[in-house]
């Protein structure tokens, strides 16, 4: 067991190794840059950045630039998905994580294998004093298949210029030294640096051993740091083709670096992961004692998965139940289910230990100290919706896998093993874990066939299908857009159809030449309109407007259904011409969408950042990050600042600048978004500055009354906010106030009474439903005398819960304060019936302090089993339940729950 820490100012400690690594390649003219999100905005085939050359990727590609031929820096990433997985790995052994950090040097065109090597020998073996006879190098041997020859080049590198022991060097094929980012993208050949972490009797040259050395899964021999020669794009048919200019790629596990250079066995026993787990075991109870126990991979799969998520969150993903935002939730699962099963953790705790790692990340990564209230919300919500089906899947699960051993098989039938998915949100790979640890598969294949049935087929994934063949779209030139030009070019234009695809029933996807059409971006709809024919022979209604690449697809059928044949349409001549009408209430909302990003930024606080957007014609949709609820009166005042922007008519300007001069003076930003180096900027009056692409109003006056129409919670810290505009808001105003008009005639009052009459008739109502129900208190003396008697007993403690339908909420009130009256100690439950729903109240009166009840618990144990809310105080509480159906297991629970506190005291 380790105990020491490294203090954060020692020779080796993690933030000066990440600087020592930072500024030896500043000395060696390397721009340092800061780490790019954690996951990749606009690269489909990435969920998570997993390396520290996603953010350069057009760079190797030669499609994007940069004003520097050499970089470094810290990369963020994470190894759950694709390509790149790791998750299997992570709390097992010691050294791999779904969240790291990549440390790495670029050339672009620049220095190639030469400089590499020899820097990166120098840094390991001078600046860090590494021993040469514990490093291993490997070069690639080649690739037939693929026609690639052996680097021998990087070989002889090695051994003349870094002057290592030739007997040091390996080869290695494909799988281990040719580097490639996803099944796509640039790739090239490898050469890795790996450690001997030696051992007892272990001998130096054990690294050559084929059998026990470099590259087989033995945990003594460990990969530090890869320096990849980018040559080549592997494409979509797999082919290799050559990259524009060679380029460097290096990149180095930081906290594998930091376990050796601070002589540690584990990278978890270093000063980037010691405070984590020392909140671990303060929230958890439990102890680290770094071996290979159940519990300690716990301790290190819940350090490594908060790293994550904390990571993810800051940079703004959102948990969900597909694609990045499952990941994410799979992580938490997985963590809440170590928690629960291997460190006793009850309670949401992985949200109590995000404050130790930015206290350890927040330095080096901003954003997660700026968003840390933020993750923590995320994260307890998502822990605690998890909380309350875990155990009931646990217990499911131990009774089919106890079922499955006793029947002498080694698969968990699929069937019911995806029951606890659908029943429980226990994932897949998680599932297959708890298998694992028994010794027991799963049924992968019938998994999937009960997922398939459990599936509706209203899934929205075909949103991001492909809506126009590879094939077609390989053969045509980038769309000239002309939406945001000054003239009428801005909405009518006249071209030429390029392609044109049949993509259903009397539905087509065109392409034109040029288009005025705004294609869906930035929350903001695509334009509708028509595409007619110069010759009068089709006319052709435009639904949608979509980009895929530098292409913009127009969506849409045939007016008349009269179709033109496909060769007919292509290179003939076309008039564009966008629903202009529909076009300006979306730019009204557009417009309007920006002063209400800077007025919530006003009222509730700079916090407020970003989480997405709709903008149409018929309505706004903004979601904000914010802990709570935004009350009626900043609602007002939101609105009020909005409008007042309006009647000042503010200018709304659209100016094309630097994206570093324009972040330089405050424009505002997507959080995460990756920019071109040229960006639109959209100015409203000097008081709103935001990066935008999307299509505008020419002077704030053209928006008309804003009016906000809801805010609600889409989940855990995060809100929604629904506006509209001009005629629609005018609408609106005008539906309110005939509401109220309505509402006061049916009263037979001015409407400004209504309130206050409405107000009245409640007085009025209650005192009839008191009356009512005094009328009714014969039953509940009724009722009383036969609960009395039925009363178990602990001691001096009388205790019991009882179903008494025929009482509505106030007579169970009352049945209740009799009870207690009636006894000295007592602690009970009763649920009544009104409108279809349970009404109850519980009473911990007297009871004994060591029997541990409180009325407040135990109103939440019924709330398990009834749903909807309660609560209140430890000698009372009460609550209205949403199923009776659950009474008869609440009446149980909250029984034995009592039962076992009397029975302790
Ligand atoms: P390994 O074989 O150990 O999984 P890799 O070949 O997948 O490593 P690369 O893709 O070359 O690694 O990534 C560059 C460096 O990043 C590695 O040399 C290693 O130091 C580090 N690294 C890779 N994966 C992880 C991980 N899951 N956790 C921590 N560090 C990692
Ligand atoms: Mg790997």
């Given amino acids: 067991m380790t105990t020491s820490t490294t203090s954060t100012t020692s020779r080796h400690s993690a933030v000066r190794v990440r600087q020592d690594f930072l500024d030896f390649f500043a000395a060696r003219g390397h721009r340092i840059v800061p780490s790019g999100p954690v996951f990749p905005q606009d690269d489909p085939t990435l969920l998570f950045t997993n390396a520290g050359m996603n953010q350069f990727k057009d760079v190797f590609l030669g499609t994007g630039t940069r004003e520097y031929k ?148 033995n945990e003594r021999f460990m990969e530090l740091w890869n320096n990849v020669f980018m040559q080549f794009n592997r494409q979509d048919d797999g082919k290799l083709v050559e990259l524009p ?8 596990g930081f906290e594998r670096v930091l376990s050796v250079l601070q002589k540690k066995n584990s990278n978890y026993d270093t000063d980037l992961f010691t405070p984590i787990f020392a909140r671990l075991e303060e929230v958890t109870g439990a102890r680290y004692e770094a071996g290979t ?54 309670d949401p705790f992985l949200c109590d230990v995000v404050p130790a790692v930015v206290q350890v990340l927040g330095g080096t990564f901003p954003e997660m100290r700026a968003r840390e209230d933020h993750v923590r919300l995320l994260l307890r919500s998502e822990e605690e919706s998890f909380g309350r089906t875990l155990d009931r899947g646990l217990v499911f699960f131990e009774t089919l896998a106890t079922k499955t051993e006793k029947s002498g098989a080694k698969t ?51 949103r991001f299908k492909q809506i126009l063949s590879g094939e077609a779209l390989a053969s045509v030139k980038p769309t000239r857009s002309t939406y945001h030009e000054s003239g009428a070019s801005a909405h009518e234009l006249d071209a030429f159809v390029l392609v044109a695809e049949s993509t259903a029933e009397n539905e087509y996807a065109l392409v034109l030449d040029q288009s005025p059409f705004y294609a869906e971006g930035g929350g903001q709809v695509g334009d509708s309109g028509v595409v007619r024919a110069a010759d009068g022979s089709f006319t052709f209604e435009v639904r949608d407007a979509r980009r895929m690449g530098s292409v913009i697809v127009h969506l849409g059928s045939f007016g008349g259904g009269r179709a033109p044949t496909i060769e007919a349409l292509a290179g003939s001549r076309v008039r564009a011409e ?98 071109d180096a040229k960006v639109r900027v959209l100015d409203v009056g000097g008081w709103s500055m935001e990066l935008c692409g999307g299509t505008h109003v020419s002077a704030a006056g053209n928006i008309g009354p804003f009016v906000i129409l809801s805010e609600r919670a889409v989940q855990a810290g995060v809100r929604r906010i629904e506006a509209v505009t001009g005629p629609v808001a005018v609408e609106e105003i005008q539906r309110t106030r005939r509401t109220l008009r309505e509402a006061a005639a049916a009263l037979k009052t001015a409407p400004e009474e209504v309130p206050t009459r409405i107000e009245a008739m409640q007085t009025a109502l209650k005192e009839a439903k ?45 049945l209740a304060e ?32 060591s029997s541990q009840l409180g009325a407040g618990n135990l109103a939440k144990i019924v709330s398990q089993s009834l749903g909807g809310g309660g609560g209140g105080r430890p000698d009372s509480a009460q609550g209205q339940g949403q199923t009776p159906e659950g009474v008869p297991t609440a009446i149980a629970a909250v029984r034995s729950a009592i039962a076992e506190g009397l029975a302790r005291s």
């Fill in 70 to 217: 050499r970089a470094a820096d810290t990369q963020k990433c994470i190894r759950v998905s694709g390509k790149h997985n790791d998750l299997e790995e992570v709390g097992v052994d010691t050294y791999h994580h779904t969240f790291f950090e990549m440390l790495g040097n670029w050339s672009f065109g620049d220095y190639f294998k030469e400089d590499a090597i020899v820097w990166s020998w120098e840094l390991l073996t001078k600046t860090w004093g590494l021993d040469p006879d514990r490093l291993w190098v490997t070069v690639f041997a080649g690739d037939a298949k693929d026609g690639l020859p052996a680097d021998e080049d990087a070989a002889r590198i090695w051994i003349e210029r870094a002057g290592i022991d030739p007997k040091r060097v390996l080869r290695f094929g494909k799988k281990a030294n040719f580097w490639e980012m996803g099944d796509t993208g640039p790739c090239g050949p490898c050469t890795e640096i790996h450690i001997d972490r030696g051992g007892p009797g272990s001998d130096p040259r054990d690294g050559a051993d084929p059998k026990i050395g470099v590259n087989v899964g």
């Fill in 245 to 252: 200019a060679k380029s460097v790629d290096t990149g180095m």
């Fill in 293 to 346: 126990s159940q519990r300690d991979i716990a301790f290190r799969v819940a350090a490594d998965h908060c790293r994550a998520v904390t990571a993810a969150f800051a940079d703004g993903a959102l948990p969900s139940n597909e694609g990045r935002g499952y990941v994410l939730r799979r992580l938490i699962r997985r963590a809440s289910r170590f928690g629960r099963q291997h460190l006793g953790a009850r």
């Fill in 412 to 462: 968990l039938p699929g069937a019911e093993a995806f029951e606890l998915y659908a029943t429980n949100g226990f994932p897949q790979d998680l599932v297959e874990l708890m298998a694992r640890e028994r010794g027991l598969a799963v049924d992968l294949a019938a998994w999937e066939t009960a997922q398939k049935k459990h599936q509706t087929a209203s899934k929205t994934e075909g």
């Fill in 578 to 675: 966008v629903d202009l009408a529909r076009r300006e209430r979306t730019q009204k909302n557009h417009t309007a969408t920006h002063l209400l990003h800077r007025a919530l930024k006003e009222v509730l606080g700079g916090h407020v950042a970003q989480q997405g957007s709709y903008v149409g014609p018929d309505r706004l949709r903004f979601d904000i990050s914010h802990p709570k609820g935004v009350t009626p009166d900043e609602l007002e005042k939101v609105e009020t600042l909005v409008n007042s922007r309006v009647f000042q008519n503010a200018p709304v300007a659209t100016t094309v600048e630097d994206l570093d001069a324009a972040k330089a003076r405050g424009v505002v930003a997507m959080f995460g978004e990756k920019y």
């Fill in 770 to 814: 008191k009356a009512s129900a005094k009328a009714q208190g014969g039953d509940v003396d009724l009722v009383f005398g036969t609960v009395r008697a039925a009363l178990e007993r602990v001691g001096s403690t009388a205790f019991g819960a009882f179903d008494v339908p025929d009482l509505g909420l106030e007579g169970v009130r009352e």
């Fill in 818 to 849: 009799k009870l207690k009256s009636a006894e000295n100690s007592t602690a009970f439950a009763v649920f009544g019936r009104e409108e279809g729903r349970v009404p109850f109240v519980i009473v911990c009166h007297n009871v004994p302090k």
